[in-house]
């Protein structure tokens, strides 16, 4: 099992969300706890993180194998997420 932490300003991405993504958002981060790469999630070119799609809203982090962490940095739309 994966340690999930969520840095402050993907919180309050996730605050700032519809509830109903709100909801969705936080099952697929509970979900990285078991396996931090399902098969949806896309390796960003040139970087260490990864990118996890929720309906129009994607969940940027990354993973730690040696110390069996997941960090989830944003939580943002697409057409934001990747500036």
């Known amino acids: 099992m994966y340690n999930i932490r969520i840095l402050r300003r993907a919180i309050k991405d996730i605050e700032d969300l519809p509830n109903d993504y709100a909801r969705l958002v936080s099952q697929h981060i ?17 970087e260490e ?21 997941v ?3 944003r939580v943002k739309r697409r057409r934001e997420a990747y500036r």
């Open 49 to 69: 993180m990864y990118s996890l799609r929720v309906g129009v809203y994607r969940i940027l982090y990354d993973v730690d194998d040696a110390n069996q962490s």
């Open 71 to 73: 960090t989830v940095y």
């Open 30 to 46: 509970d979900s990285l706890q078991s396996n931090p790469r399902p098969r949806d999630a896309k390796k960003l070119k040139g």
